[in-house]
């Protein structure tokens, strides 16, 4: 990652560590996010390429089950088992945002 993220990086994990945590739900979510990408991607071109749905879908599916595991912190899974006991039906991608989704590309 380029430095500019690295940093912003790190001081969102000095302000977790702090007990600030991220108000959710983020805007734009990580699916907001994916789907800028491809509609970008489609302006560029002028048309949808079937490997930018792929791995825009893939990173979305990617992100949703690794996020418990692997993307939070400590101070954060308490956060998020909160918001499974109010909606067992969260879908994390719209749920979270651009700082989840850079330590997914940074792991």
Do not use: C, W
């Amino acid at each position: 990652l380029p430095r500019t993220l690295r940093r912003h990086l790190q001081d969102h994990k000095d302000r977790i560590e702090n007990l600030q945590l991220t108000r959710l739900p983020k805007k734009p979510s990580v699916e907001d996010i994916l789907k800028l990408y491809q509609d970008h991607r489609m302006l560029k071109r002028g048309k949808a390429e079937r490997i930018d749905v792929e791995v825009s879908n893939g990173l979305r599916y990617y992100f949703d089950r690794t996020l418990k595991n692997l993307l939070l912190y400590p101070a954060e899974r308490k956060q998020y088992a909160t918001l499974l006991s109010l909606n067992s039906d969260i879908v994390p991608s719209t749920i979270y945002g651009a700082e989840h989704l850079l330590r997914l590309f940074r792991k």
